[in-house]
């Protein structure tokens, strides 16, 4: 699986979303705690560490930014409320974007995912990553999409939700006048009437709800948006494929998943709930869902696999530290980072990176801070160095004979190499494409962590999906 392509794999992300989601009824919206900067407070430092859009990061100051209008957005490409706001935003900028007024939009997403959206869905705005959420922090950002408005005088003008903004209130900023918001308190009581028709009703106490979406493919998958209910038994997906919906649901990896025949393509919004302890019942009735709508069969068994342990050579290791408290964090290029991770959490990340399943066996407890890099693979390199125009070609049509579909300077020499590369990677099942060396990742292990990977065959619990004869999509 592709961490870096394709958000609608499961990954361990669910560790992104500790103490900075908070959930008013079925997540419609949330609701930002009154602690960090108040109006009229200087805000913190832009301690971002690195930009996607706009200035370097060193660059992204409040000093620099003086005399400017600042609408600071806090959002994740999981987060519904936060990309349902993305048009909005995006129109007040482009308004704004002849005046004093600089949108910053911020999220503690892993490069790779942000970047794979960004091409879907534009943000018109400087977009920043907040390794570790000290940003978030430090604004005391406990619910998303959290606003902060920053007078020309580098003062808090407002917090508010991105819904509520409009271009009056930036233009009372720019006039030197108090924005008419409402008060911080009343912020999430009245976003939309969609927002207070979900928040003002009771969830269900058991739902199972698959519908078509219909968006678009890019050629290189959607960044579907899974959220867990911290409750008990639930999840939301939005613009979901099926397999992104068997990973999250089912909890399983590429290497804990068989699946014979092909799943249907398609975005679906997936919509599962039960009362708390009992999530095998809601696994079970998603599997009646799965087998009436897409006509899958899918069952829990036990295979011998080619597998590794996992056991501790070294405790002193530079890439895992203890922790004294729970952060954030997530993939990166060749390796991951993580503030705060139990080691199931590592040995998630370090069984999508080898491809096989892994067995604890360290009795190591945690937390941690984990540095993991390791040697990148060609194919792990290769989306860096293929021309954004080969990208937006896949996007316009991406069923295209490519090669005909593309300037002629573009198919020649070594970018002729790499679009072939390409082809040959996209060629793959999804769960094979742009992987890393699993004997770099062992290595890496050892050297940067402490951990040995040793192979080895064992029986494993997998989840066995079949396509029947006669599947078809919901349309």
């Known amino acids: 699986m592709n961490r870096n392509l394709r958000a609608n794999q499961i990954t361990p992300t669910t560790l ?25 407070d200087e805000p913190p430092p832009l301690t971002l560490t690195k930009m996607l859009q706009g200035s370097a990061a060193g660059e992204v100051t409040w000093e620099k930014l003086n005399g ?10 999981w987060c519904g409320p936060c990309v349902r706001a993305i048009p909005h935003l995006n129109e007040l900028a482009e308004k704004f974007k002849d005046k004093p007024v600089q949108f910053i939009a911020v999220t503690s997403e892993n490069e790779g995912t942000v970047i794979g959206f960004l091409k879907r869905q534009p943000i018109k705005a400087w977009v ?7 940003l978030n922090k430090a604004f005391a950002v406990t619910g998303i999409p959290h606003t902060v408005l920053v007078d020309k005088f580098g003062r808090v003008a407002a917090i508010t939700h991105p819904a509520l903004l409009k271009a009056e209130h930036l233009e009372e900023l720019l006039a030197g006048k108090k924005p008419s918001l409402p008060e911080l308190s009343s912020v999430y009581k009245g976003v939309d009437s969609e927002l207070d028709r979900v928040a003002n009703q009771e969830p269900a106490l058991f739902e199972v709800s698959i519908r078509a979406e219909k968006r678009a493919d890019n050629g290189r998958g959607a960044n579907s948006m899974w959220t867990t ?48 302890g009992k999530n095998i019942d809601l696994e079970n009735q998603f599997i009646n869902a799965l087998r009436i709508t897409f006509n899958l069969e899918v069952n829990r068994i036990n295979r011998m696999l080619d597998a590794y342990t996992l056991t501790v050579v070294r405790t002193n290791a530079a890439g895992l530290q203890p922790a004294g408290e729970s952060g954030g964090g997530g993939g990166t290029q060749g390796g991951f980072r993580i503030k705060g991770a139990s080691m199931d959490t590592v040995v998630e990340f370090l069984e999508e990176a080898v491809g096989r399943p892994i067995f604890d066996e360290s ?5 941690f801070t984990v540095d993991m890099k390791w040697e990148m ?25 490519l090669l005909n579909s593309l300037p002629k300077d573009l198919v020649q020499g070594d970018s002729l190499n790499d679009i072939k590369l390409l082809m040959a990677e996209l060629a793959k099942p999804e769960g094979q494409q742009f992987r890393p060396n699993p004997d770099s990742v ?26 029947l004869n006669g599947s078809e999509q919901i349309r």
């Open 377 to 401: 693979s060609a194919s792990e390199l290769l989306p860096k160095r293929i021309d954004r125009r080969v990208w937006a070609a896949l996007e316009r049509n991406p069923n295209t004979d």
């Open 128 to 134: 920043g990553l907040d390794d570790f959420h000290e």
């Open 229 to 276: 209910f911290p409750d008990g038994a639930g999840f939301d997906g939005e613009i979901a494929t099926v397999e992104s919906a068997l990973h999250h649901v089912f909890q399983r990896s590429d290497s804990r998943m068989v699946v014979k025949g092909k799943l249907p393509d398609g975005f679906y919004n997936f919509r599962l709930r039960a009362p708390k």
């Open 68 to 77: 400017k209008v600042v609408v600071l957005e806090f959002w994740a490409t």
């Open 442 to 467: 062992v290595k890496a292990a050892r050297e940067r962590l402490g951990l040995e990977l040793k192979p080895i065959r064992r029986s494993v619990e997998v989840l066995e999906v079949q396509v």
């Open 363 to 367: 009795k190591l407890k945690g937390p």
């Open 16 to 40: 992104l979303i500790v103490g900075i989601l908070c959930f008013a009824a079925l997540n419609s919206h949330c609701q930002a705690e009154k602690e960090g900067p108040r109006v009229g």
